[in-house]
């Protein structure tokens, strides 16, 4: 899971929750969706933050309001259905038109889960969700009703006693109906990283051989927090695999800024070549001066990113230290290489060290501080087609407060980013189906849908 730097307290709280988890298999207790659970964030209201969100040197911060703050109409960013078709761009001139606060809401879809850090789908028309687990399991989900039996079950490998350790990724192959492979992202019983190859049962579809394991990358974990997790296939069928910095406080290793290693990355693999991968050519340090799985670094611990599955533009969460959380992103077609700033900057402020003279360091498109939230949780650009008006509007929120953003690009360039929500939730992730709907994870065990109400 991401870590800030949160209170005592909280984190008292937390592995105390945490116990509870564990003495859950997953096997007991297996929900029957054939009654669900009231709603827990159903009756949510869409806020506008308080006053004109400020721009900085390619930032943005908003303030958020208090209890006592009005609702208000969002500003006129959003276009009206008659004037902008479905896949219009992110950036692209709209119409505009204020939105009802009233619209939107997240409708309870499937409840009774255990410790939920992800969602996903296999883009095989099947229409199956596919459920992370952080205990080890991956859970498919059809119409909401979870199935009895896990597609995938490694508890028996998976070592979740820290707060982020766990089952933390997964990601289908982008030829997964042909093929059955997909890949996951684990912490082993001795706390240290395991990227594997995965194969389907060729008798049923709904079961995965936990014996066709082949493991693609082992890396040794100095600490037992900033692992990472993010597993996603990029638009060029390269697979993206997000690495935290190693752990505890400060990166002490300076492992974000050092090209020698793998930690505080976001690496670039190809699954379909070499033996156990090959090396993308366009990689950075393909030939030499890194380690070449490198595609971008100065990163704290990118828990989320994901790609626009319209444009292929990248955005990540990088979850802050103590003071603020940031989204960075790639536009589609950027070379690699590119330096987020860890640890020199925590979003886009100065935190330790002088950097070298001439070393460019990218800043964040977005970032709030500690007041707002301590864990940015990565999101999804919305391509659906339910929500029209929402198209090209980046949803991404914070696992402590419960908050939901979003985030776009105005016409001239610069980039706005607004509260959206206000929720109770333990945000761990948001995931997409095969139509672009938008789902947001509740470690606490529920998925919800973004929907409009009725």
């Known amino acids: 899971m991401p870590s800030g730097k949160k209170s005592r307290a909280r984190a008292v709280a937390v592995l105390a929750a945490v116990l509870t988890w564990i003495v859950a298999a997953c096997n007991t207790s297996s929900p029957t969706g054939t009654q669900s659970p009231p709603s827990r964030i159903s009756s949510a209201t869409l806020i506008a933050a308080a006053g004109t969100p400020t721009n900085g040197p390619g930032l943005t911060s908003t303030t958020f309001p208090t209890s ?4 208000t109409a969002l500003p006129t960013i959003f276009p009206t259905t008659e004037d902008t078709p479905a896949g219009t761009p992110a950036g692209t001139p709209l119409s505009l038109t204020a939105l009802n ?27 199956r969700l596919f459920v992370i687990d952080q205990q080890g ?3 498919i989900l059809h119409q909401g009703v979870p199935l009895p039996d896990p597609f995938l079950d490694l508890t028996d490998r998976v070592g979740s006693s820290g707060l982020e350790q766990g089952l933390l990724g997964l ?15 684990y912490t082993d019983l001795h706390g240290d990283t395991v990227i594997a190859r995965f194969t389907v049962s060729p008798q049923d579809g709904n079961q995965a051989d936990p014996g066709s394991e082949q493991r693609l990358i082992f890396i040794d974990q100095p600490y037992a927090n900033h692992n990472g997790g993010a597993t ?15 752990g505890a406080a400060g990166d002490p290793l300076d492992n974000g800024q050092s090209t020698d290693s793998l930690l505080g990355k976001i690496l670039r693999i190809d699954v379909d070549a070499g033996n156990p991968y090959a090396i993308p050519p366009d990689n950075p340090f393909a030939s030499g001066g890194g380690r070449p799985e490198i595609w971008a670094y100065g990163l704290r611990n ?22 603020w959380e940031e989204i960075d992103f790639l536009p589609a077609g950027a070379p690699g290489g590119v330096n987020f700033g860890w640890n020199y900057l925590e979003g886009g402020h100065p935190f330790q060290g002088t950097p070298p003279a001439g070393l460019e360091l990218v800043p964040p498109v977005a970032e709030y501080s500690h007041a707002e939230g301590i864990s940015v949780i990565g999101g999804v650009v919305y391509r659906g087609a339910k929500l029209p008006e929402l198209q090209g509007m980046y949803l991404y929120g914070d696992y402590g407060s419960g908050r939901i953003w979003g985030l776009w690009r105005s016409p001239d360039g610069a980039w706005q980013s607004v509260v959206l929500f206000q929720t109770n939730a333990t945000i761990t992730s948001f995931g997409e189906d ?10 606490a065990g529920d998925i919800y849908r973004l929907e409009r109400r009725e």
Do not use: K, M
């Not at 990118?302 to 230290?321: E, K, M, N």
């Open 171 to 185: 990601a289908f192959h982008p030829r997964f109906a042909e093929n059955g492979y997909f890949y996951v992202n």
């Open 137 to 139: 399991c991956i859970r």
């Open 232 to 246: 996603v296939f990029g638009p060029d069928g390269y697979l993206y695999l997000g690495l935290g910095d190693g």
């Open 68 to 71: 006592s703050s009005p609702v």
């Open 434 to 443: 095969e139509d672009g709907e938008i789902y947001l994870v509740d470690h």
């Open 101 to 127: 606060p009233a619209v939107y809401t997240w409708t309870l879809f499937s409840g009774g889960l255990q410790t939920p850090v992800g969602l996903t789908n296999a883009a095989d028309g099947s229409e």
């Open 302 to 323: 990118p828990w989320r990113f994901s790609f626009d599955r319209l444009t292929g533009d990248l955005y990540i969460g990088d979850v802050g230290q103590g003071s």
